[in-house]
């Protein structure tokens, strides 16, 4: 039986590389007791399957993590809730026969970042960006879609989504409106999208029964 487990990576623990995250998701399925479905082979692992990784020091809201049972049972999240380290957390779940893999098409982000940092008159859609690390380039509007600015308090905030098969750094969009190098800016993947439809939704409409 497949279950969906969304996890949320936040403070210290957004720091972890994404092979330190699948393995500390791993270790708190393991820890559970829970009777999970392992791999075939000498190596024999939790059948275990993930998104596409946020980089190292993005808050993730949206780690959903679709794990393999070899039966139901009841309380799996209060289980879970009960071994997992401070600062990756599971939320909540869903039994379903879904696989956000072959569901998922985007992800919405959020960045913060103090109003004194930023300037909005040099922001520009049209710019050409070089994605060094992935011999990609283009202008912002490709790699960022439905770019929004408001403010939040003394903070300036920029929501946008990206496709999975764009997925660059958010620096390549928020670094040409810093007014310093030196700023603290915080990134954070709010959401997976399904066409644009959240993938939670989604979820809450075709799981059998819902953990929470």
Same mark, same amino acid.
């Given at each position: 039986?497949?279950?969906? %487990?969304?996890?949320?990576?936040?403070?210290?623990?957004?720091?972890?590389?994404?092979?330190?995250?699948?393995?500390?998701?791993?270790?708190?399925?393991?820890r559970s007791g829970l009777p &999970?479905?392992?791999?075939?082979? &000498?190596?024999?692992?939790?059948?275990?399957?993930?998104?596409?990784?946020?980089?190292?020091?993005?808050?993730?809201?949206?780690?959903?993590?679709?794990?393999? &049972?070899?039966?139901?049972?009841?309380?799996?999240?209060?289980?879970?809730?009960?071994?997992?380290? @401070?600062?990756?957390?599971?939320?909540?779940?869903?039994?379903?026969?879904?696989?956000?893999?072959?569901?998922?098409?985007?992800?919405?982000?959020?960045?913060? %970042?103090?109003?004194?940092?930023?300037?909005?008159?040099?922001?520009?859609?049209?710019?050409?960006?070089?994605?060094?690390?992935?011999? @990609?380039?283009?202008?912002?509007?490709?790699?960022?879609?439905?770019?929004?600015?408001?403010?939040?308090?003394?903070?300036?905030?920029?929501?946008?989504?990206?496709?999975?098969?764009?997925?660059?750094?958010?620096?390549?969009?928020?670094?040409?409106?810093?007014?310093e190098e030196e700023c603290s800016?915080?990134?954070?993947?709010?959401?997976?999208?399904?066409?644009?439809?959240?993938?939670?939704?989604?979820?809450?409409?075709?799981?059998?029964?819902?953990?929470?």
């Amino acid at each position: 039986m497949h279950a969906i %487990i969304k996890y949320k990576k936040y403070g210290l623990m957004r720091f972890l590389s994404a092979i330190e995250t699948s393995n500390a998701i791993e270790r708190n399925i393991r820890r559970s007791g829970l009777p &999970f479905a392992l791999t075939e082979g &000498f190596h024999k692992k939790p059948k275990i399957s993930y998104l596409d990784p946020t980089p190292t020091g993005v808050v993730n809201l949206a780690l959903y993590t679709r794990v393999d &049972f070899s039966g139901r049972v009841e309380g799996v999240l209060s289980k879970l809730k009960e071994t997992s380290l @401070k600062g990756i957390s599971p939320e909540k779940l869903w039994w379903t026969e879904l696989n956000p893999n072959k569901l998922v098409t985007a992800y919405a982000f959020k960045i913060l %970042i103090p109003k004194k940092c930023a300037d909005l008159s040099a922001y520009d859609s049209a710019r050409q960006i070089v994605i060094t690390e992935k011999s @990609k380039s283009g202008p912002i509007s490709y790699f960022f879609e439905n770019v929004q600015f408001n403010s939040q308090g003394e903070f300036l905030v920029i929501r946008y989504e990206q496709k999975r098969d764009r997925l660059i750094r958010a620096r390549y969009l928020y670094q040409p409106i810093l007014r310093e190098e030196e700023c603290s800016v915080l990134v954070t993947c709010t959401e997976a999208l399904c066409d644009g439809r959240k993938l939670s939704e989604i979820l809450e409409e075709s799981s059998w029964a819902i953990e929470s």
